[in-house]
């Protein structure tokens, strides 16, 4: 909630790879290669960071950089989604809310 302050959240992106792969890639390689030696770690990108501020968080937070694993994995071979999609429910779920089969 309120102004928006120029905070860079890279899992916020790695979340739209498989919806927009070529614009998220090019946003995630740009941040890294504009902030690395900040925003990039041995376990990945920080989990926020404020390029305008001189800030960057010492954390990588596990819940974000699974998001950013997994939506990378369902880009290249479409496995997270396929799996899900076998479950009942999922399906169930998606039909309730009017999604149609492809």
Do not use: H
Request: charged share 20%; with cysteine; proline share 6%.
């Amino acid at each position: 909630m309120g102004p928006v302050d120029a905070t860079v959240v890279p899992s916020a992106a790695a979340g739209s790879l498989p919806f927009l792969p070529m614009a998220t890639l090019r946003v995630l390689k740009n941040m890294k290669n504009r902030y690395g030696d900040r925003c990039w770690c041995r376990y990945g990108f920080v989990n926020a960071f404020n390029p305008l501020t001189s800030w960057y968080d010492g954390d990588v937070v596990g819940i974000d950089t699974g998001i950013t694993i997994t939506m990378a994995e369902n880009l290249r071979s479409g496995f997270i989604w396929d799996t899900f999609m076998k479950n009942r429910e999922a399906q169930i779920g998606l039909s309730r809310a009017g999604f149609k089969p492809a």
